[in-house]
């Protein structure tokens, strides 16, 4: 079965209890440079700190008091740090600093600050993952909304009352809902606006919530509000495409197993067919029995429906949300390595065989290893390769295959089940428990695959390959989570918080590759941190099924103002705004394959001080940029197209925000004497990159950074300034170092 993975988290954003700072007057200079809530909290800080708590521009850690800043600067990173401040994002000249409140004065009295403002709780919306995956730049600058494609969802239900998944007019915007809990049952378009216009009701629902969020990120267009919120606030990213839904069997219980999820997709493909249009399919699910090398049969499948020579047929999945869970152990084998693991006290459950924990290891085909079970009363349970040991002993039933059948079929290499049950009144033995692996082998993996009491591995943790299967599948794209959001308010009017969360960092619970053959997943990565989208009517907090739950003290706590949307995090929730981005990619050019649209993505990711250098397992190619991505298809299109425009045309840079290097692009109807040179804001030539008569078509114009010295230039906004004949056009560039 493969499990969702939520993850959420909360923290209340208590009012602060401050010793006043500064009180009395700031000097001249440093106070001009404080908004007026800043120089409030520094000099009369009871005045202004319950109101920065709430509004999010202040909270306490451990370390102490801290406000979220941002500032205008002519400096460095480097410098603020030096200030005491950590860097949380820097465009341009603009950072978002997490700062001490004692270090605000000296930042703001650093020479090259120029403003400093503290942090406003703005509506906790999806735009805030929507613009920071460029989904909405690339809707507004292309004018699409994933009209014509299809989002294909296959999760725990959908609450198709809703008014995020109908038209204006109310009419649903669901082609298809199949409910595989029912049997298979299908809800036609026709059926479902009946139900909708007072024909009745339809027998199904989503009592887990997951499925509506997931859609409403993909594919939502925000129409239903409440609590004086405009409509279209939390609308996803595609909030005119249409919707396929696959209910899976086991969705009330936030379950889904991989036949369901082969039935959903042969499902979405035949319809998409039937109604000729292209699609995208999310899957925001995962678990770790199999291989983690794209040889599970449900991998296999879906590698078989999309991929190269394939149009208009796209797959997402989650990378799941074990990236800080203790789940690993890998790495060579010289004479034997010993991982621990350890069951905690734990409270059995009735019945038998429900007392678990399962594990399952990989190691090469051609290897002899030997598997051996040490239990906390030192009862040691072997297998050797090619054995399999199964025993109810008095520390619960012990089960251990080691490929007790040879080398796996599917892939050539061996595989290992490891079970400890309660079969009969043995339960699980509660302490530390030792498996041994002994023999000569380069690399093995194991995996805790599941455990009904919460145990964990102790020792010989390898925090990669926590990438969930069937993300793991070769012709997927595969999504990881960055944080975007900390903070909200909920339908009860508290502010909180989620704890611990750098801005712009990786999510940690973020699974990371690389696969188990080695292949780098996830190849992107999108916001997925307090994500807001849709909140199923049958999914509210009190309901027996339902992942929003809150806490005795803040019941509500992931139930915005509006009480139709909720906020969420986990890959569960990243990877439907690249579902959603792609159905825009599709809407503009349906030909497209899965890899040419992943290819697209990786080639126009983000990159900056958080993601590192890139490609790497966590991160992948780095941040999704939707507009980054349609920017450079419209070069291609203008490269591929069978006739030219008419007219001058300069486009939009690629990338933009860049680092270290861009292309500028532009297009000549006739040939001409080009003058094409990069300026600073003062209006300084930089760099001239051109000069010369060149013929009509398509021409691309790479810009290093550098200026005519050969020197990287700082941080900051350019302009790029191209002359032909009587045709002048300039645009902005972006340079973040």
């Given amino acids: 079965m493969r499990k969702f993975h939520p993850r959420l988290h909360l923290a209340a954003c208590f009012m602060l209890t401050l010793v006043p700072l500064f009180a009395g007057e700031l000097p001249g200079p440093v106070a001009a440079k404080l908004d007026p809530r800043l120089r409030l909290l520094l000099q009369q800080p009871e005045l202004q700190k319950g109101l920065l708590a709430h509004a999010g521009g202040l909270h306490a850690t451990a370390e102490g008091e801290f406000a979220s800043v941002l500032v205008k600067t002519r400096g460095t990173r480097s410098e603020l740090a030096a200030a005491g401040a950590r860097v949380l994002a820097m465009i341009g000249e603009i950072a978002v ?33 929507v613009v920071e995956a460029g989904g909405k730049a690339a809707a507004q600058q292309f004018k699409i909304t994933g009209k014509g494609v299809i989002v294909g969802v296959i999760d725990s239900g959908i609450d198709w009352r809703h008014g995020d998944f109908r038209k204006a007019g109310g009419q649903t915007r669901i082609k298809y809902l199949l409910d595989l809990s029912q049997g298979g049952m299908i809800y036609t378009e026709a059926e479902i606006n009946a139900a909708l216009s007072g024909g009745g009701a339809l027998a199904t629902a989503d009592r887990n919530g997951h499925g509506s969020h997931v859609t409403g990120s993909a594919a939502g267009n925000g129409l239903a509000t409440g609590a004086n919120i405009p409509a279209g606030t939390y609308a996803g990213m595609a909030p005119e495409a249409d919707i396929i839904f696959v209910k899976s069997k086991n969705g009330d219980s936030g379950n889904i197993s991989d036949a369901d999820a ?55 999945v989650a990378a799941g949300n074990d990236g800080d869970n203790d789940i690993h152990a890998g790495g060579p084998v010289s004479n034997s390595v010993t991982v621990n693991f350890n069951v905690p006290t734990f409270t059995a459950s009735s019945g038998t065989q429900n007392d678990y924990l399962e594990m399952t290891a990989w190691y090469p085909g051609n290897a002899t290893l030997s598997f051996r079970l040490t239990a906390p009363n030192n009862a040691q349970y072997t297998a050797n390769s090619g054995v399999r040991f199964a025993q109810d002993t008095p520390n619960g039933a012990v089960i251990i295959d080691n490929a007790s059948t040879g080398a796996h079929p599917l892939n050539n290499d061996k595989e290992v089940l490891l079970q400890i049950f309660d079969f009969s009144s043995n339960l699980p033995a509660v302490g530390t428990w030792k498996l041994t692996i002994t023999g000569n082998v380069s690399r093995y993996d194991l995996w805790l695959v599941g455990s009904s009491m919460g145990a964990a591995l102790t020792s010989n943790l390898d925090t990669t390959r926590t990438v969930t299967i069937p993300a793991t599948a070769k012709n997927v794209i595969t999504v990881g989570a960055w944080n975007t959001k900390r903070t909200w308010v909920d339908l009860d009017n508290n502010s909180l918080q989620s704890p611990g969360v750098v801005l712009g960092a990786a999510g940690s619970f973020s699974g990371s590759g690389p696969t188990r053959d080695g292949r780098t997943k996830p190849e992107i990565s999108a916001p997925g941190q307090m994500i807001a989208s849709t909140l199923s009517a049958e999914a509210t907090p009190n309901s027996s099924f339902s992942i929003w739950k809150g806490t005795a003290s803040f019941p509500n706590a992931f139930i915005l103002r509006d009480n139709r949307h909720a906020v969420g995090r986990g890959t569960s929730f990243a990877a439907p705004l690249v579902t959603g981005g792609i159905a825009l990619l599709l809407e503009k050019n349906p030909n497209r394959d899965a890899l040419q649209i992943r290819n697209l993505l990786t080639a126009s990711a983000r990159r900056d001080a958080f993601t590192g250098p890139v490609p790497n397992q966590k991160w992948g190619y780095g941040k999704v940029d939707f507009l980054a991505a349609l920017t450079a298809t419209a070069v291609a299109d203008f490269a591929t197209a069978e006739q030219l425009p008419a007219a001058f045309a300069l486009l939009p840079n690629y990338p933009n925000p860049f680092n270290p290097a861009t292309t500028i692009a532009f297009h000549l109807p006739a040939a001409s004497a080009v003058d094409l040179a990069v300026y600073d804001l003062s209006g300084r030539r930089v760099q001239h990159l051109l000069a010369g008569r060149l013929p009509a078509g398509l021409h691309r114009v790479r810009w290093n950074g550098r200026d005519e010295g050969g020197n990287v230039v700082s941080t900051g906004v350019y302009f790029c300034k191209i002359i032909a004949g009587d045709w002048v056009a300039s645009q902005k560039l972006l340079l973040l170092q």
């Avoid at 040889?295 to 590698?303: G, M, N, P, T």
């Fill in 262 to 316: 082969v039935r959903g997709l042969s499902f979405i493909d035949s319809v998409a067919g039937r109604l000729g249009k292209p699609y995208v399919v999310n899957l925001s699910f995962g678990g770790h029995s199999g291989a983690h090398d794209g040889s599970s049969l449900q991998e296999q499948a879906i590698d078989a429906l999309v991929g190269a020579g394939k149009p208009g047929k796209v797959i997402v």
């Fill in 97 to 129: 600093l997490e700062a001490p409140v004692a270090q605000l004065q000296a930042i703001a009295g650093l020479p090259n600050v120029v403003y400093l403002e503290a942090a406003r709780l703005l509506r906790f919306s999806n735009d805030a993952g």
